[in-house]
């Protein structure tokens, strides 16, 4: 089992530059989330899917989107990328969304 | 609302000695506490988690973390530091197990 997956694992993007961030769990997983991390700030949830079809957003929303493309797929999608959205960016996944989630090894994502 | 709140953001122990983590949260129903660590250039993992019962939880590497309510804190403790432990650790509350808010983080350094 891979667990949880992220690609790409390092971007460059351009200030209004567009992108999408890939999440992929093989644990057969009914919740996933889009965290980012900033030094001195923890982990910040974006948005999250507590099951197939639905999406709800978190803490820090703004200028993100998502989609949760099947049961083992949830991407995140930045359409004009900022200077404040350098980042690291963690998917994590569980059963429900009271069950221990489980975390991908992250996107580090720098905006010039 | 949840939140929580890690004391030190930097702790130093040398290689031996007791580690001491401190976390505080507020919540304003019976929470959920977990402690995840971050090795460099790593996703999160978890180390342990309390969610009813025992108060004194025990997780993996040798660390545990007791639950008291009148203090409101959840602290992480290993009675002997090795170099290996040396991460970035995460304490988190979530409502009902729902979802998670995590504390600033605290960088521990093991010296030799």
């Known amino acids: 089992n891979a667990g949880v997956t992220q690609t790409p694992k390092f971007q460059v993007l351009k200030t209004g530059q567009s992108m999408t961030l890939q999440c992929a769990q093989d644990?057969?997983?009914?919740?996933m989330y889009w965290y980012r991390q900033d030094p001195g700030m923890g982990l910040r949830l974006i948005y999250y899917s507590a099951s197939e079809g639905t999406t709800d957003k978190g803490e820090v929303p703004n200028g993100y989107n998502v989609s949760r493309l099947n049961k083992r797929e949830f991407s995140l999608r930045l359409e004009s990328a900022a200077p404040s959205q350098t980042s690291v960016y963690f998917c994590?996944?569980?059963?429900?969304?009271?069950?221990?989630?489980?975390f991908g090894p992250g996107t580090r994502l720098l905006v010039l | 609302a949840q939140s929580v709140t890690q004391l030190g953001s930097h702790v130093s122990v040398s290689e031996g000695a007791l580690v001491l983590l401190r976390c505080n949260y507020s919540s304003s129903v019976p929470p959920y506490l977990f402690w995840y660590v971050q090795y460099p250039n790593q996703g999160l993992q978890l180390l342990l988690k309390?969610?009813?019962?025992?108060?004194l939880v025990k997780g993996i590497n040798g660390f545990e973390a007791e639950f008291k309510k009148s203090e409101t804190s959840f602290h992480l403790t290993k009675p002997s530091a090795h170099m290996s432990d040396a991460a970035e650790y995460f304490c988190a509350v979530s409502e009902f197990g729902g979802k998670l808010t995590f504390g600033q983080g605290t960088i521990l350094t093991v010296h030799p």
């Open positions: 309390y969610t009813t019962g025992a108060t």
């Open positions: 994590a996944s569980s059963e429900t969304l009271q069950e221990t989630q489980y």
């Open positions: 644990m057969n997983h009914n919740s």
